[in-house]
């Protein structure tokens, strides 16, 4: 005597920040003596995960790189070189830490130059003007424009 039951899946499969809303279909479940289990779930995607695109977009980026550049020993150098930097800026940061004094004294040197910055720059429109202007100057030597 075969039954079948409705059993309510979640809608909503979370991963990450991504959130996929699925399609399921209701699993037949018969009796407890029955060896024929016949059980179909159907699964479906409807919305594509935005970190594969990004992260393919990274890849063509690294890949016209390496292709335009004309020493590729100096672009694995240079790569070997930041991941270097990464790390021992990493531990040097971890070793400060560990200080008594230190970290209270940069985090208030830290809050005092944030306080500074928004009075100089933040608080009055021409500020935010010259802000502005100094900004549009960095970027426009930084691309040679």
Do not use: C
């Not at 070997?80 to 209270?104: C, E, H, R």
């Amino acid at each position: 005597m075969a039954s079948t039951l409705p059993i309510q899946l979640p809608s909503l499969l979370f991963h990450g920040r991504k959130t996929l809303s699925r399609n399921f279909r209701k699993l037949p479940f018969s009796a407890v003596g029955d060896k024929k289990r016949n059980s179909a779930v159907a699964v479906k995607a409807t919305e594509q995960s935005s970190e594969s695109s990004t992260s393919l977009s990274i890849v063509k980026s690294v890949q016209t790189v390496w292709d335009k550049s004309e020493d590729r020993l100096g672009v694995v150098g240079l790569g070997f070189a930041a991941v270097v930097a990464i790390w021992a800026s990493s531990n040097l940061i971890s070793a400060i830490d560990k200080l008594p004094v230190i970290p209270g004294v940069l985090e208030f040197v830290g809050i005092l130059f944030s306080w500074w910055f928004i009075y100089r720059y933040l608080l009055f429109k021409p500020d935010r003007e010259e802000l502005l202007q100094i900004i549009s100057k960095s970027t426009s030597d930084i691309l040679g424009q």
